[in-house]
T-cell receptor, first 114, second 113 residues
Framework: QQQVKQSPQSLIVQKGGISIINCAYE??????FPWYQQFPGKGPALLIA?????SEKKEGRFTISFNKSAKQFSLHIMDSQPGDSATYFC?????????????FGEGTQLTVNP | NAGVMQNPRHLVRRRGQEARLRCSPM?????VYWYRQLPEEGLKFMVY????????ESGMPKERFSAEFPKEGPSILRIQQVVRGDSAAYFC???????????FGNGTRLTVT
């Protein structure tokens, strides 16, 4: 199975709160899991990525948590800001070709209220 | 250092016409990928190309769609005899090699009337 399922579809958070977006996959051959951020009218931009040999990766306010046994990974945005309002996509790819053929989730529209 | 450049940004075609979408990868990148995004949906892989070669076209519709990445010039995604269902945002991405992260352009928004 090539699917990556993402939830929730939309999320509203107050400024300063924590935003959590979840993804689940079925294909255990996936070995690269990036998150992309997309603003209206723009292309997706790589935010942070993880490989299954680690359970957590943090970059600034953004953290990926990875649960290999559950085949799930999540994005946590700490101290969420109005400027974080965007659509977030999780993705996964196969084998050693980490850049190619990303399978994307359906996206989460995040709104951070001031 | 310019990013991935796509043009046109917006393209309007009548049913039955041809659409040609162009993508210039980032400097030094020789791998190009095309994705399609329907409204309120995620991105769906279409095709992966290197210079003069199609590596993976498993996401391309069998008819009317073709892609190329010539030795010189941009990559082209061509849609013949467009239908309303082709209306979408088409994104191009490039990478330096097959193990590098993808960098996306800002897309071409195709509207078929």
């Amino acid at each position: 199975q090539q699917q990556v399922k993402q939830s929730p579809q939309s999320l509203i958070v107050q400024k300063g709160g924590i935003s959590i977006i979840n993804c689940a996959y079925e294909n255990t051959a996936f070995d690269y899991f990036p998150w992309y951020q997309q603003f209206p009218g723009k292309g997706p931009a790589l935010l942070i990525a993880i490989r299954p040999d680690v359970s957590e990766k943090k970059e600034g306010r953004f953290t990926i948590s990875f649960n290999k046994s559950a085949k799930q990974f999540s994005l946590h945005i700490m101290d969420s800001q109005p400027g974080d309002s965007a659509t977030y996509f999780c993705a996964a790819s196969l084998g050693e070709t980490s850049g190619s053929r990303l399978t994307f989730g359906e996206g989460t529209q995040l709104t951070v209220n001031p | 250092n310019a990013g991935v450049m796509q043009n046109p940004r917006h393209l309007v075609r009548r049913r039955g016409q041809e659409a040609r979408l162009r993508c210039s990868p980032m400097k030094g990148h020789s791998h190009v990928y095309w994705y399609r995004q329907l409204p309120e949906e995620g991105l769906k892989f279409m095709v992966y190309l290197q210079k003069e070669n199609i590596i993976d076209e498993s996401g391309m519709p069998k008819e009317r769609f073709s892609a190329e990445f010539p030795k010189e010039g941009p990559s082209i995604l061509r849609i013949q005899q467009v239908v309303r269902g082709d209306s979408a945002a088409y994104f191009c991405a490039s990478s330096q090699n097959k193990n590098s992260p993808l960098h996306f352009g800002n897309g071409t928004r195709l509207t078929v009337t």
